[in-house]
């Protein structure tokens, strides 16, 4: 059966390890007038001390969850599932940070009966949804090698039933291959 396509970024689902997982978030601020939108479910990495956008390439720090920050207009204290370039001081976003942290996210390939071990690129083809703010990044076709590829395949998240993973658009679960904290470039896939 056929996978629906609905890319919807990177969602925690469950952390590496037999500890607890209490799936915390982190706050990292985001600077005033940032020009780059960043959608719930979007990778983000740090530049300069503030949250900023995720590459294709180069280590992230996490996800980002959504943000909070003072109405320049009403002066009201608000909540977003997105950032867009707002002028406010204290924009604060909340980032799943944890090195160990895994992540449902949907492949815009064919992930394979062996995709398990395997590495994966971050795919930003698909914009994200300023109605509801939410991410449309998805990853690439896992692949061996390419220690340099962002996250690493550890599962296929049959809960919703795109579990399918010798057509496009499969449910994975994937841990971050190449996390600020762990001291960048990850492991070659297998």
Same mark, same amino acid.
């Given at each position: 059966?056929?996978?629906?396509?609905?890319?919807?970024?990177?969602?925690?689902?469950?952390?590496?390890?037999?500890?607890?997982?209490?799936?915390?978030?982190?706050?990292?601020?985001?600077?005033?007038?940032?020009?780059?939108?960043?959608?719930?479910?979007?990778?983000?990495?740090?530049?300069?001390?503030?949250?900023?956008?995720? &590459?294709? +390439?180069?280590?992230? #720090? =996490? /996800?980002?969850?959504?943000?909070?920050?003072? $109405?320049? *207009?009403?002066?009201?204290?608000?909540?977003?599932?997105?950032?867009?370039?707002?002028?406010?001081?204290?924009?604060?976003?909340?980032?799943?940070?944890?090195?160990?942290?895994?992540?449902?996210?949907?492949?815009?390939?064919?992930?394979?009966?062996?995709?398990?071990?395997?590495?994966?690129?971050?795919?930003?083809?698909?914009?994200?949804?300023?109605?509801?703010?939410?991410?449309?990044?998805?990853?690439?076709?896992?692949?061996?090698?390419?220690? &340099?590829? +962002?996250?690493?395949? #550890? =599962? /296929?998240?049959?809960?919703?039933?795109?579990? $399918?993973? *010798?057509?496009?658009?499969?449910?994975?679960?994937?841990?971050?291959?190449?996390?600020?904290?762990?001291?960048?470039?990850?492991?070659?896939?297998?």
């Amino acid at each position: 059966m056929a996978n629906t396509n609905k890319a919807f970024g990177f969602r925690p689902v469950g952390a590496n390890g037999a500890g607890y997982d209490t799936q915390g978030l982190t706050s990292y601020p985001i600077s005033a007038n940032y020009a780059t939108s960043i959608f719930q479910g979007d990778v983000v990495t740090l530049s300069g001390g503030y949250l900023a956008a995720g &590459t294709t +390439t180069g280590a992230i #720090v =996490g /996800v980002f969850m959504g943000c909070s920050y003072t $109405d320049p *207009t009403t002066g009201k204290p608000t909540w977003s599932n997105q950032y867009s370039q707002t002028n406010a001081s204290d924009i604060v976003a909340m980032v799943a940070d944890n090195p160990n942290q895994l992540f449902v996210v949907q492949c815009v390939g064919t992930a394979g009966a062996t995709c398990i071990g395997r590495n994966a690129a971050l795919d930003t083809s698909v914009s994200g949804n300023t109605t509801y703010g939410v991410s449309g990044q998805q990853v690439g076709t896992p692949a061996t090698g390419n220690a &340099t590829y +962002t996250f690493k395949v #550890v =599962g /296929v998240y049959a809960a919703d039933g795109n579990d $399918d993973v *010798t057509s496009a658009n499969a449910d994975l679960i994937v841990a971050v291959n190449n996390h600020l904290y762990k001291g960048g470039t990850g492991t070659a896939g297998v």
